[in-house]
Antibody
Framework: EVQLVESGGGLVKPGGSLRISCVASGFTFNNFNMNWVRQAPGKGLEWVASISSSGSWIFYADSVKGRFTISRDNGKNSVFLQMDSLRVEDSAVYYC????????????WGQGTVVTVSS | EIVLTQSPATLSLSPGERATLSCRASQSVSNSLAWYQHKPGQAPRLLIHDATNRATGIPARFSGSGSGTDFTLTISSLEPEDFAVYYCQQRSNWPPDFGGGTKVEI
């Protein structure tokens, strides 16, 4: 079964940092690009970042560029999101998702990890 | 940046009825559009990719149509489990943004 499991969410103060992780199983991880998508409370889905299968290309949403870093470890079937200089508006459920093609066709998604930025 | 506008924001229907959801792009995305279903507390699910292709395991009552700037997701006969929020997403240009969503409610 293809599965993605996120972890590492929690409560952090504004200006703080957090690293969230996603472990994949059930497929050949290093054949697929990976993505992070978030949903703030009461809002819709917002794409955050994408990384290619080899890590050779990376893209970020303007809202997180310069503050967030996506990376992957193909040996551990894992993708990470390092979040620095966190803001209240970064509070959201963060989902990782496998990309069947570049920039889209996200399938499957993990169950998400909750990040709360509050003083 | 391509903006996706979904309408209506909310669709109130009963089981057995037909649902028609619209997604309009601010510029052509060709057929590079996907539809997702999202229920509270669950992971989003890919329904339709490349405008018209059902994803693996998706029931035949879900269908997608359109190309260029105007797209439609149709649910031919609503089942109780279909009440959820539906999002379109384009992958023609970076950033691969989502539309604002349509909530299908009873």
């Amino acid at each position: 079964e293809v599965q993605l499991v996120e972890s590492g969410g929690g409560l952090v103060k504004p200006g703080g940092s957090l690293r969230i992780s996603c472990v994949a199983s059930g497929f050949t991880f290093n054949n697929f690009n990976m993505n992070w998508v978030r949903q703030a409370p009461g809002k819709g889905l917002e794409w955050v970042a994408s990384i290619s299968s080899s890590g050779s290309w990376i893209f970020y949403a303007d809202s997180v560029k310069g503050r967030f870093t996506i990376s992957r470890d193909n040996g551990k079937n894992s993708v990470f999101l390092q979040m620095d200089s966190l803001r209240v508006e970064d509070s959201a459920v963060y989902y990782c998702a496998r990309g069947l093609v570049v920039a889209g066709n996200f399938d499957p998604w993990g169950q998400g990890t909750v990040v709360t930025v509050s003083s | 940046e391509i903006v996706l506008t979904q309408s209506p924001a909310t669709l109130s229907l009963s089981p057995g009825e037909r649902a028609t959801l619209s997604c309009r792009a601010s510029q052509s995305v060709s057929n590079s559009l996907a539809w997702y279903q999202h229920k509270p507390g669950q992971a989003p699910r890919l329904l339709i990719h490349d405008a018209t292709n059902r994803a693996t395991g998706i029931p035949a009552r879900f269908s997608g149509s359109g190309s260029g700037t105007d797209f439609t997701l149709t649910i031919s006969s609503l089942e109780p489990e279909d009440f959820a929020v539906y999002y379109c997403q384009q992958r023609s240009n970076w950033p691969p943004d989502f539309g604002g969503g349509t909530k299908v409610e009873i």
